[in-house]
């Protein structure tokens, strides 16, 4: 665009912006008036497409999709959709990439059918990220799609109605935090020119979800920068809900970034929790929650990105949301001339069919009964229990520890029944009996239809056959900011993440009375060993300081010592940092006890 052009864009922007925000100031004193959200005790009822969804397609789109993560001919850092940011380009110059916009290949019903065909219920595009530009025909600015692009069709309305044809539902990503619009800070004299800005939002919001076609999902996000506050996200939720009183809205409307540690405390406006690119640990049965998750490292297109993830890592990934009862919204980047990348359409296909056979175990229903399975994760659905084994048992037997319901039949999921062995002598729990090669290299479903709701009281763990007590990762509670389950080697689980010093993992066990070498299955880096350590069982315990392994997926065994057990019982093994942290505690893979004569 040309300096004309750009004095145009600007002149008749503030034209607009002052038209549009005096009829804002009057449509938002009459919405301020509104009586806040209808009475929500339909919550549940309005939740029920949304919680029965589990899986659906996130999409960042716009103007960054052209620079691609590149600016001047260097790479700019971080996500493709923060270049304007990250490589410090000039507003208007960022905003000339508008006169470019001409993604001659979207293709709105393909993107839809693509999300229908890999199992996703629901799909979310950003309608204005934080850079400001609207992929939607907005009469409060001219930096949007129609007024300033070549292009000048409404992709917000084509996807929607995409989307609808295709029974896919449709929502909206809406920044809140506005890199473009003058009145989105605090005025250098003391003046808070937000009110206008809350003006401006207020009435592309309602642009956005007046009418039956409205979208059934609005996704905040940007709420975390000083200007916003709860005060006004509580009004905004109100103002959303009043103009489309069906409509789901994150929680990231007001101030409510909230990863792990926020899920119990947070009491602020929104409907579900929303931690990003990571998978809780222990969310609290019952709440609404949505990991959303890049498919390599970057949200918006940057064609210099080849880190993507397996396919089957990102079904283990659906697997393990769904067993914890969230959703999870995974993201594709299409590229400035509308093409959703090929390593996204193959991994989206690959889950398709995965989700093909499997899919009733995912979708509409709640989060499995277990908390210490080894085996993988499980969901539920009536008197069905589903079990979704990543670890497929080398032997062929799986004892479905704590499962007390009685097994009326079991079957894989696109193979053949099971038999179930019902406990007897040694055998505690229900045995099943399964085929030695896994159905599936992701994860293998197994179907058990029992005689009710599963009933499910997991025992403490005790030592295997030759008398050790092994405490895997994926069997832990645990406790504290971010930290998680993950795969660093080898697909096999450990404990990551662990950066709070007051973060623990813990696994109740029953073992006899005697002495047991303490072993650390652990790794760290030269920079982040040397933190101190403590492993408890009651009384007895073990101090020690973790050694460098050569790197975060380099495990080795450590011995932490020796612990006395005075007298057999039941207790709580309990790992814990011992001081400050030099970054992470350590990568845990398992804990053994071993007794020593
Ligand atoms: O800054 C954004 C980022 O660009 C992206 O949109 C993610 C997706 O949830 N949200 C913010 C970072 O938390």
Not at 14 to 39: E, T
Not at 398 to 414: K, P, Q, W, Y
Request: hydrophobic letters at 40%.
């Amino acid at each position: 665009m040309d300096a004309r052009g750009r004095r145009v864009l600007r002149g008749e922007h503030r034209m607009a912006r002052f038209a549009v925000a005096m009829a804002s100031l009057i449509l938002a004193g009459a919405s301020l008036a509104c009586q806040g959200p209808p009475p929500d005790a339909d919550r549940d009822e309005r939740m029920g497409w949304w919680r029965e969804a589990r899986f659906g397609m996130f999409i960042h789109w716009g103007l960054y999709a052209i620079p691609a993560g590149e600016w001047g001919g260097t790479p700019a850092p971080g996500t493709g959709e923060w270049i304007q940011r990250n490589a410090r380009i000039p507003a208007d110059d960022y905003a000339a990439l508008a006169s470019r916009f001409n993604p001659r290949r979207f293709d709105a019903r393909a993107w839809a059918r693509l999300a229908r065909d890999a199992g996703m219920k629901y799909l979310v595009i950003t309608a204005k990220h934080h850079d400001g530009f609207c992929l939607f025909d907005s009469a409060a600015t001219r930096y949007d799609v129609i007024d300033a692009t070549p292009f000048g069709r409404d992709i917000v309305r084509e996807l929607g109605e995409a989307c609808r044809e295709e029974g896919v539902r449709f929502g909206v990503y809406y920044s809140i935090w506005d890199w473009r619009h003058p009145d989105f800070r605090r005025d250098d004299g003391g003046l808070d020119r937000m009110p206008m800005y809350v003006a401006y939002m207020k009435a592309q919001l309602r642009e956005l979800l007046t009418g039956d076609d409205a979208p059934a999902v609005v996704w905040f996000d940007g709420e975390w920068t000083e200007e916003w506050t709860e005060e006004r996200g509580q009004d905004l939720y109100a103002f959303c809900r009043s103009i489309s009183p069906r409509v789901i809205v994150n929680n990231r409307v007001s101030k409510a970034r909230d990863g792990m540690a926020g899920f119990s405390s947070y009491r602020g406006a929104g409907d579900y929790h929303t931690p990003e690119q990571e998978i809780p640990a222990r969310p609290p049965p019952g709440t609404d929650w949505e990991t959303c998750m890049t498919m390599n490292d970057t949200w918006g297109y940057r064609d210099d990105d080849p880190n993507w993830k397996p396919a089957a890592a990102l079904i283990r990934q659906l697997a393990e949301v769904a067993g914890k009862g969230g959703n999870f919204l995974l993201n594709v980047g299409p590229t400035g001339e509308g093409e959703i990348p090929a390593p996204s359409v193959e991994r989206l296909r690959a889950i398709g069919r995965w989700l093909a056979v499997h899919g009733e175990a995912i979708h509409a229903t709640s989060a499995g009964p277990f908390r210490r399975a080894t085996w993988g994760h499980a969901t539920v659905k009536g008197s069905t229990l589903y079990l979704l084994v990543t670890d497929w048992p080398r032997d062929g037997r799986l004892e479905v520890v704590g499962l007390r319901s009685r097994v009326l039949g079991a079957r894989v999921l696109g193979g053949p029944e099971v038999e179930t062995l019902a406990p007897r002598g040694p055998i505690r729990w229900p045995m099943l009996v399964l085929p030695i090669d896994p159905p599936d290299e992701a994860a293998g479903v197994i179907r058990l239809d029992l005689d009710g709701p599963a009933d499910v009281e997991e025992p403490p763990i005790t030592p295997g056959p030759g008398g050790e007590l092994v405490l895997h990762a994926a069997a832990a509670d645990l406790t504290g900011r971010g930290i998680r389950v993950e795969r660093k080697a080898d697909d096999i689980p450990n404990i990551g993440a662990w950066t709070d010093r007051d973060g623990s993992a813990s696994w109740p066990v029953a073992l006899g009375a005697g002495a047991y070498l303490v072993e650390l299955e652990l790794a760290s880096t030269d920079g982040s060993a040397g933190s101190g350590y403590v492993v408890e069982l009651g009384a007895a315990r073990v101090e020690g300081v973790v050694p460098a392994t050569g790197g975060w997926e380099r495990f080795v065994a450590h011995a932490a010592g020796v612990v006395r057990l005075p007298a057999e019982g039941a207790g709580t093994v309990v790992v814990r940092a011992r001081g400050e942290l030099k970054h992470a505690l350590m990568n845990l893979r398992r804990v053994t006890l071993t007794p020593v004569r």
